[in-house]
T-cell receptor, first 114, second 115 residues
Framework: DTAVSQTPKYLVTQMGNDKSIKCEQNLGHDTMYWYKQDSKKFLKIMFSYNNKELIINETVPNRFSPKSPDKAHLNLHINSLELGDSAVYFC?????????????FGPGTRLTVT | AQSVTQLGSHVSVSEGALVLLRCNYSSSVPPYLFWYVQYPNQGLQLLLKYTTGATLVKGINGFEAEFKKSETSFHLTKPSAHMSDAAEYFCAVSDSPQAGTALIFGKGTTLSVSS
């Protein structure tokens, strides 16, 4: 019954590899996000999608590519991984109607690049 | 541009003591304000939010916060701390309910509770 789920929870990989993180929400929301939490726990938006359309694309290296096959899924693909990509990546979703503005977060994916 | 400042990266209280976590924001438009809690190795959970209306908002686990426009503040309080409140707390601001608008987070405050 998890509202926002991410797989995998932990991801350890070597520099130069390509990896993907999957996110799914069963809340019926129409908007999804990716946030990055660095080693100092600072959270910053990377991307947001509304109805499969890219809304926000912050200053993120183009090695990062989000893909939204449908409203319930937003996956994050990362090419040519670098040491600096090590972080916790959070997926979130929301439904921007009149009464609800909060974002619901997944459990996070801890990416470690060695 | 919006920003959030959380005063005090680490707050320590005794069990049963008042919890006060400070948050000040900067926004050019009426803000939407949030407090999230993050327990170790977990995702973020919404504690409470202010959008419009009553400036004193109550959240889960006995927490509340008051929106003070004149002070651009949204401090989080709890009358009596419990050991289970030990966690990381994030204040966040958004300037629009429009779909896809990002939350701008503060740098977080670690709350420690001692017995």
């Amino acid at each position: 019954d998890t509202a926002v789920s991410q797989t995998p929870k932990y991801l350890v990989t070597q520099m130069g590899n390509d990896k993907s993180i999957k996110c799914e929400q069963n809340l019926g929301h129409d908007t999804m996000y990716w946030y990055k939490q660095d080693s100092k726990k600072f959270l910053k938006i990377m991307f947001s999608y509304n109805n499969k359309e890219l809304i926000i694309n912050e200053t993120v290296p183009n090695r990062f590519s989000p893909k939204s096959p449908d409203k319930a899924h937003l996956n994050l693909h990362i090419n040519s991984l670098e040491l600096g990509d090590s972080a916790v990546y959070f997926c979130a979703s929301s439904q921007a109607d009149r009464y609800s503005y909060e974002q619901y977060f997944g459990p996070g994916t801890r990416l470690t690049v060695t | 541009a919006q920003s959030v400042t959380q005063l005090g990266s680490h707050v320590s209280v005794s069990e049963g003591a008042l919890v006060l976590l400070r948050c000040n924001y900067s926004s050019s438009v009426p803000p939407y304000l949030f407090w999230y809690v993050q327990y170790p190795n977990q995702g973020l959970q919404l504690l409470l939010k202010y959008t419009t209306g009553a400036t004193l908002v109550k959240g889960i686990n006995g927490f509340e916060a008051e929106f003070k426009k004149s002070e651009t503040s949204f401090h989080l309080t709890k009358p009596s701390a419990h050991m289970s409140d030990a966690a990381e707390y994030f204040c966040a601001v958004s300037d629009s309910p429009q779909a896809g608008t990002a939350l701008i987070f503060g740098k977080g405050t670690t709350l420690s509770v001692s017995s």
